[in-house]
């Protein structure tokens, strides 16, 4: 039989006319991401946010090259999977500190739980009775033009007195900085403590400290500026070299903001309003301006992250009993909203929401909202279900 | 230098060889896969070899090399050319009841070699063979009819190659045989050899993964705990309806004690696997596809990163659409093909919530393939499959395509 070359001519060269564009899958809207760089790094800057991208998001640790003993997780992506809040199974445990400014007590295992174990060892366990907390992973985007901005900014927020007399008052965490900590221009300092603004608790001053504790604590790795490994509260050799950290810590300083969706929706835009008039903006500020950097790209930056990066008074419902720094048990610091509505992105398709995860909606996490939120609460609960229902769109939209 | 003492030895071997094309392949119709007549067990000699002058020696091989165009959510690494591997095979008859066959593979350039196949057969009996030395483990039908040149698809299949470890071989002893009355054929193979290590949950995948033993030889050298790996198969097969296998392969894989100091309690790995292939009538269109379940013991304080379940498969649909005189191929022939493959790594639910962990992977790949002659393949593949993390989070999108040759030699 002779095939007729001519069909097969056509059909090789209809396969030609596909672009490669064509071919590949369509990447996702630009504002449906969170990973991704700020815009304006330069190429040895772009370098070095790759570096540091491979060490976040594809670097697994195993007992072959680090991993614990004792640990949480195997990754950084394991907590923050496409740079968005964490899952309840990555969820970390803190304990060993019921009052402010008091140190974790180490000797109970302190100050965080090390839940997992390679073969052959035994996890942590809490002793019985004692109080603690426990922190879904938060995203991670945007972080660095929050650790640009100064101390003075984040105190000018502060109102410990409620001076204004709105029932909201802000302090921030003051926290004794670890040995390796070199204090920016923009810092300062109250009697040798410093200014926390990461963490639930906000009880990391920067993110050289975020990073080196998570590594450590989380992952159970060591690295020179953390050399106790967690299981044997001894030193051993760094498991993580110290350029990796600094790539690490360079790509969270660089990852971009959440871009927000539908910005322009009437819906949105009535949100947006009625979230000022109930006074969540009061602790959820809404727009900084960051000052001049080190890095260009961060110089100058108008954003909008919805956090006054200042511990406030929750109530007794998000009380766990437990506490960092100079934090009391019932204080939480505001935790940043851009973002918020890509949550399920990154916690397999549902909402746990608030420090813990408890809140399966966004909804139900300002209804567990108390203390110094209680009046923003229950002015939400006084909306019409329409007025809630904009609120909801806007924090969606974020 | 080993290395290339035995790249300059096969070498040398071919040089001297005087081509003359087996005669199984000369039977073969040009419709590759579908044509096989042996059952997957003679997958390893069911090959075509060239015979070297007068000596009990024939050698022959297989080389891969494609070029693909893929990207994932709209990113891609841009266009890549490869070569996966080049195989070479040494046979050998000892005597008209002992043979010896080899299979040595070059993979990525030559940047690894290993050898997949190095076994010696003594038949005593259709039913009762003793193979000892590097065997294939037969576990589904993959790992042991693996070559490039059968298929009509670029990438081998996901389940067999990133759950299952294909190609997989250790080493050992066993016995295999088989039984043909009429129409029918039966097979079985049971071996005993070296088998897996702690890096099924001990690696850089993030996730329970058979095939991380492949990157340790020293399962060439010596057990990891002593204790034999188990892989057993049975097989009945029909000329005129097709084959379906049954295999099972497990044992201890952890190295629980080390100088008679216990490091761990002994930790189980089953693997459970169907195969099966037909040759539809009238229309001609062949099917295979294998499923395998994975059963791990997993420490109750690790980590659910490592799942302790497992399972996956594929199925490949090919159909001649145009046999004949093509481009001054007299036999040449032109399929289509597709092939539905998916992948769960970690089958389970979270402790913490009770929701479905993720961890999964489906494809689909359609694909045109072109035989100019039986044994050698231009093959033009569209993939596309939708990847999910261990969260179950929004999958990523990845496809594009990919064209490939592959050929005996």
Known sequence: MTINLNILSLAFILLLCFSCEDIIPEAPKESELLDGPIEGLSNAEQAQFLEGDIAFSDEVFFAGNGLGPLFVATSCGSCHAGDGKGHPFTTLTRFGQTQPDTPPDLSIGGPQLQNRAIPGHEPETIPEGVPFMKFTPPAVTGLGLLAALTDQQILDMADPADLDGDGISGVPNYVTPPDFFIPQWFHQSLNGKYIGRFGKKAAAIDLLQQTVGAYNQDIGVTSIFEPIDVSTGLTTDPEVSDQTIRDVVFYLRTLKTPIQRTPDASQVVQGKQLFSTIQCASCHIPEWTSPQSDIEALSNKTFYPYTDLLLHDMGPGLDDGATEGSAETYEWRTPPLWGLGLSPNSQGGEFFLLHDGRALSIEEAILLHGGEAQNSRDRFQELTESEKGAILKFLESL | ?409
Do not use: C
């Open chain 2, 1 to 409: 230098m080993n290395k290339l003492l035995l790249i300059i030895t096969v070498f040398s071997f071919s040089l001297t060889a005087k081509a003359q094309i087996d005669s199984t392949l000369l039977k073969r119709v040009p419709v590759d896969t579908a044509a096989q007549k042996g059952m997957n067990m003679d997958a390893i000699y069911n090959r075509p070899f060239l015979q070297i002058g007068k000596l009990p020696v024939s050698v022959g091989g297989y080389v891969e090399a494609d070029y693909q165009y893929i990207g994932e959510d709209g990113v891609t690494e841009g266009h890549t050319f490869r070569i996966p591997r080049m195989t070479l095979f040494v046979a050998s008859s000892i005597h008209r009841r002992i043979k010896f066959l080899s299979e040595i593979e070059f993979e990525e350039g030559g940047d690894k070699v290993s050898i997949e196949f190095a076994a010696l057969d003594f038949a005593f009996h259709p039913l009762l063979n003793l193979r000892g030395g590097i065997v294939m483990n037969p576990i589904g039908a993959f790992n042991q009819n693996h070559d490039g040149p059968k298929w009509e698809f670029v990438d081998r299949p996901i389940a067999m190659t990133e759950m299952l470890p294909a190609t997989w071989s250790n080493v050992g002893f066993g016995f295999y045989g088989k039984h043909y009355a009429d129409e029918w054929a039966f097979g079985y193979e049971a071996y005993l050899t070296n088998g897996f290590d702690n890096s099924i949950i001990n690696n850089s995948e993030n996730r329970t993964f058979l095939p991380a033993t492949k990157q340790s030889s020293e399962r060439f050298e010596e057990s990891s705990n002593g204790e034999p790996l188990i892989t057993g198969k049975v097989a009945v097969g029909n000329n005129k309806i097709g084959e379906i296998g049954l295999s099972y392969m497990g044992g201890i894989y952890n190295t629980y004690e080390e100088d008679g100091l216990v490091l761990d309690e002994k930790r189980r790995l089953d693997v459970f696997a169907i195969d099966f292939n037909s040759t539809l009538p009238l229309i001609n269109t062949y099917i295979v596809g294998e499923w395998a379940w994975v059963k791990v013991d997993v420490p109750e304080t690790f980590t659910q990163q490592y799942g302790d379940k497992q399972k996956g498969g594929f199925i490949d649909f090919v159909q001649p659409v145009l046999r004949g005189k093509l481009f001054g191929f007299n036999k040449a022939t032109l399929n289509i093909a597709f092939r539905l493959e998916y992948v769960d790594w970690n089958v389970g639910i979270f402790k913490e919530t009770g929701d479905k962990i993720g961890d999964n992977l489906w494809a689909v790949v359609p694909a045109i393939s072109f035989r100019p002659v039986a044994q050698t393949v231009i093959r033009l593949n569209y993939r596309y499959m939708r990847q999910k993390d261990i969260l179950g989070n929004p999958p990523a999108s990845i496809g594009g395509i990919q064209f490939g040759v592959s050929s005996y030699f």
